[in-house]
């Protein structure tokens, strides 16, 4: 049961406006009415602070639509009593320099000076750069601040400082040593760069180091210590079918690596999250209370989406049992899921296959087909697909059952971004049919309605019902003179003629259906 209780607290001159929130399940905040991106913990007054950005994208909108940082606040993590300041700053409020709308994945540590210093990767309003992301530093006598620039010259990093470059320059991870020796790493798009900062925690000292030995990382680096071992979290991706990290080109894993030392080497060690609800995945790992505990970013609150995330916390445990040690994968609690009721749609009891199988493009994810989403504004991984530079006039999708299933109707949600008719990148299929495994052929079925194309709604058809193992929709593609568009889905539903309850029975792992 999700508990979200809200109340405005008034804001005094020095603390920003709050409300109180109970979490009992993650997301933290999970009714929708406040999305939070990008968390970075950090422990302070015995208290467990989270700076998170707040995603602020219409449900339509594929865009990091993000204008000021917020902070959620406890001393008691399991009892799920949250303080959320919902706007504690924006880019330009703090940097004269800066312009406003990309409050990007930020960090608050405290200085050797016990005050707390915001590492803030936003836009520069004029510069010349190419990628105008840039990170600055603000510094507080509190985490909840009234904040102020700590180098009011402008960022400390950007495609021109400290020394020029041409990556973006976004999510800083910063790190006090015990020696109270500070190092900062930032980086994304693969690219991962760290640098000594002087104890006035903005000056670079040396040149950065560039890091490749971290396999798949692609952004969100997250730099901590433990019993002397250096670790670095970061969002990884290498894609493919047997990837220990995710299967999908635009999903992430949370993986990790040690170093003996704060700038390396950097051994990777594994994956620690697996891919979540969002396609970004952002982690931020800290010991509280003596508990570990990791904390990410999911699509799963009320209304949630790749540009709506919220931020989750879930407990890390260790592995000492090796040097160093490791983190055991986390295990992603979710807000419980509705009780299963009897229902036509009992694709998500099959497994999923396709003509283009195990050689589907990376950017697509087969198991979206049968996951209950659609899509308002999909991206790659929220779909089937089969685009490639050289299409083939036909493709298939196809759903096994691990015992036979009657089936009476199916509906299909196609996705395209050429119209009717394109010879050329993903267009809705000229025609397609469905057919069943029935004693070792397959026979198409026999339709009572027509089969439909249309984009923007599911296309339904019913037939003679059919008993089966396997049920395949066998697409033709649009276009012609040896020039196809490829084909999408984004939703495959089968319906049985009355509702039924999906039971684990029904589950298979084997996708092949000429054995039938
Ligand atoms: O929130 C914007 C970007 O999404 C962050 O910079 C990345 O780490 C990803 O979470």
């Known amino acids: 049961m999700i508990g979200l209780i809200g109340w405005a607290c008034a804001s005094s001159a020095q603390q920003p406006a709050s409300r109180q929130v109970q979490a009992h399940v993650n997301p933290i905040m999970a009714d929708g009415q406040y999305y939070s991106a990008d968390p970075a913990p950090l422990v302070a007054d015995g208290r467990l602070y989270i700076l998170a950005g707040r995603d602020e994208a219409a449900p339509d909108v594929n865009d990091f639509v993000m204008k000021e940082w917020q902070l959620l606040v406890t001393d008691d993590v399991a009892g799920g009593r949250w303080t959320h300041y919902p706007a504690i700053l924006k880019p330009e409020q703090v940097f004269a320099w800066a312009a406003p709308g990309r409050a990007y994945a930020g960090q608050i540590v405290q200085g050797p000076d016990r005050r707390y210093y915001l590492y803030a990767p936003v836009e520069e309003r004029d510069s010349t750069n190419p990628d105008r992301f840039a990170i600055g530093v603000a510094v507080a006598d509190s985490p909840l601040g009234p904040w102020r620039d700590a180098h009011r010259q402008g960022p400390i990093v950007s495609q021109s400082l400290p020394e020029r470059n041409d990556i973006q320059n ?70 493919g079918p047997d990837s220990p990290c995710t299967p999908a080109r635009y999903h992430a894993c949370i993986a990790y ?42 699509a799963d609150a009320r209304g949630g989406g790749h540009f709506r995330r ?21 295990v992603q609690t979710h807000p419980p899921r509705p009780a ?39 991206l790659p991984p929220d779909m089937w697909g089969s685009w490639t530079p050289h299409n083939p006039a036909r493709q298939w ?24 008719g394109a010879s050329q990148g993903v267009a809705p299929p000229a025609r397609w049919h469905l057919e069943y495994r029935d004693d070792g052929r397959w026979q198409p079925v026999l339709p009572i309605s027509a089969y439909g194309v249309a984009l923007g709604a599911a296309n339904t058809v019913t037939f003679r019902p059919v008993t089966t193992r396997c049920l395949r929709a066998v697409l033709d593609a649009s276009g012609g003179a040896s020039q196809y568009a490829a084909v999408a889905v984004q939703e495959w539903e089968a319906l049985a003629p009355q509702p039924v309850l999906l039971a684990p029975a029904t589950m298979s792992s084997d996708t092949r259906c000429d054995l039938d």
């Open 170 to 239: 976004i999510d800083p991870t910063v790190m006090v040593d015990d020696d109270g020796r500070v190092y900062l790493y930032w980086g994304t798009f693969g690219k991962l760069r760290g640098i000594e900062l002087a104890a006035d925690m903005r000056t670079p000292i040396g040149h950065a180091v560039q890091v490749s030995t971290l396999d798949g990382f692609f952004e969100a680096p997250w730099l901590f210590k433990r019993n002397g071992t250096y670790y670095m979290a970061y969002a990884g991706n290498n894609a």
């Open 257 to 298: 690596g040690t170093a003996p030392s704060p700038l390396g080497p950097w051994t990777y060690r594994g994956v620690v999250l697996d891919p979540v609800s969002s396609t970004t995945s952002h982690p931020g790992i800290i010991a509280f209370g003596g508990q570990w505990y990791m904390i990410y970013h999911t």
């Open 310 to 330: 919220s931020v989750a916390i879930d407990m890390l445990e260790w592995d000492d049992s090796v040097r160093p040690a490791r983190m055991r994968k986390v």
């Open 340 to 378: 299963l009721k009897p229902q036509r749609n009992i694709a998500a009891a099959a497994q999923a296959s396709a003509s283009n199988s195990p050689d589907i493009p990376t950017q697509y994810w087969i198991k979206a087909l049968n996951d209950g989403i659609v899509r308002a504004n999909p």
């Open 397 to 420: 999708i196809q759903y096994r059952w691990g015992r036979p299933v009657t089936l009476d109707a199916s509906r299909i949600t196609f996705f395209a971004d050429q119209p009717a």
